[in-house]
């Protein structure tokens, strides 16, 4: 149980552009879904917190009209990169959790590259 | 913000021997988690400590989490090839609902 499925896996967009990320929780609600950036061999950096009917919460230095998060559902949150640039190619990765304290499960993530 | 660090950075070993990773934090904890990426992968749960003190294993693995709750460690005990990967601690602090990921320690074994 407890699954998260992520998508894309991979993609490739143009400067400019924007990129549209889903996190889906499978088989269990989470009213709190979390984005995380990824950069080669570093740690997972907290983005923003995603809650269920609410606007996310963003981590300090995360532009939130750059990195756009609806959480339409309980089942649902999406992160939409806007106008991305090459710096913002890097490894997205969401995770949810069941309630409380309980571990964090975490999608495949979205390899982004930005050419 | 709460920075939580982890040491070593990297971490080589032989099959065969032990291996450590310590977990950091300047403020005190109120739980924390361990987490395991393998190359190319998503983190796994592997674990969560509570209480002060608190050792918990998981046949090779041990956990533990110091008495002051500010940091932790992980200990396998006969590395195999099959636990290299990147090895985080995820701690949250009282009042929050967010986990702040450690910097992480990548374990290399060599057969």
């Known amino acids: 149980g407890a699954v998260v499925s992520q998508h894309p896996s991979r993609v490739i967009c143009k400067s400019g552009t924007s990129v549209k990320i889903e996190c889906r929780s499978l088989d269990f609600q989470a009213t709190t879904m979390f984005w995380y950036r990824q950069f080669p061999k570093q740690s997972l950096m907290l983005m923003a917190t995603s809650n269920e009917g609410s606007k996310a919460t963003y981590e300090q230095g995360v532009e939130k009209d750059k990195f756009l998060i609806n959480h339409a559902s309980l089942t649902l949150s999406t992160l939409t990169v806007t106008s991305a640039h090459p710096e913002d190619s890097s490894f997205y990765i969401c995770s949810a959790r069941t309630g409380g304290d309980s571990p964090l499960h975490f999608g495949n993530g979205t390899r982004l590259t930005v050419t | 913000g709460q920075q939580v660090m982890q040491i070593p950075q990297y971490q080589h070993v032989q099959e065969g021997e032990d291996f450590t990773t310590y977990c950091n934090s300047s403020?005190?904890?109120?739980?924390i988690q361990w987490y395991k990426q393998r190359p190319g992968g998503h983190p796994v749960f592997l674990i969560q400590?509570?209480?002060?003190?608190e050792v918990k294993k998981q046949k090779r693995l041990t956990f533990q989490f110091g008495e002051a709750k500010k940091n932790s460690s992980l200990h396998i005990t006969a590395t195999q090839t099959t636990d290299v990967g990147t090895y985080f601690c995820?701690?949250?602090?009282?009042?929050?609902?967010?986990?702040?990921f450690g910097t992480g320690t990548r374990l290399k074994v060599l057969a």
């Open positions: 400590l509570v209480k002060s003190g």
């Open positions: 403020t005190t904890l109120s739980n």
């Open positions: 995820a701690a949250t602090t009282s009042g929050t609902y967010k986990y702040i």
